[in-house]
């Protein structure tokens, strides 16, 4: 597999102290913070900087995320978060975001995201097609993600499975 | 239908200035601590107050989460969260979490988390049976909510719908 054909490389973070909880680990909800700072750097990605985001009032919101917690995350972790592409079309974008404990070299944490591209510039926000540039990025990282493995676990929901 | 009968009230919040993002409302990632809170409060609704925690070392981990992100929610906004209780079995509990903005009076996301009974006395934390306590609490509450509609929105994986 070449090097473009990995799932793309977004942030690097560290597992910082006002982020441990009583257990003793990464509260639940940061890890949520964590690939929500990884999904502002999807959005530079596709060109939507801050100074195009105020220039063209376009941006990005998520609609859906599903987190899955695989395992615990110790104060100081050197954390990255990679992203692959599942699907788009003209307005959104799904991706599945995996979080690893670089330091252990372990999956600590996979999120599938359902992003809508947004125009602020009317009275309310309203979905609206892709910027010209950010739709190519987006449909150009489609393509080639769509040549990875389908990642485990993604598209399914939430159940006790007996 | 009797008070009994509706979803079980969980927290009370406001939308901080340290949650508000560059699109000028609670960060999505933001939205995961709140409804982390509010499982917090759920874990000592069923008995495992912190220090039953520590004398025990029974605690709750959340596996998987499911959250929608339905309205912008504005700094300052009063945010309320409550819970139903859509299955459960012996060391596991599958809940609805719905976050409202009570100033407003709507629902701005909902949020399905998969909970799992964690014993942390061994080396490794593992897997273990509800305290028998926890257990009583955590079935009147499924067998009471089961009266209940489904959720709209439950039990949904995430896809582009077209």
């Known amino acids: 597999m070449s090097a473009l054909r990995k799932p793309m490389h977004l942030l690097d973070e560290t597992a910082r102290p006002e ?33 195009v985001r105020e220039a063209t009032r376009h941006t990005v919101y998520t609609l859906e995320t599903h987190t899955r917690f695989l395992r615990e995350v110790r104060l100081g972790a050197p954390l990255a978060v990679a992203c692959q592409v599942l699907e788009a079309d003209g307005k ?5 975001l995996t979080m690893r404990d670089t330091g252990r070299d372990i999956l ?6 359902l992003l809508m591209s947004i125009d602020q510039g009317g009275e309310m ?6 910027l010209p540039e950010s739709g190519a990025v987006v449909a150009a990282l489609a393509a080639k993600h769509a040549h990875l493995p389908a990642p485990e676990g993604a598209g399914r929901s939430i159940a006790i499975r007996r």
Chains 1, 2 share one sequence.
């Open 19 to 51: 982020w441990i909880d009583y257990n003793g680990h990464l509260y639940d909800g940061y890890y949520g913070v964590v690939f929500a700072r990884a999904i502002d750097a999807f959005i530079e990605r596709i060109g939507l900087t801050a100074a």
């Open 92 to 96: 959104r974008v799904r991706v599945f």
């Open 108 to 113: 600590a944490a996979t999120s599938e995201q």
């Open 125 to 130: 926000p309203k979905a609206a097609p892709w």
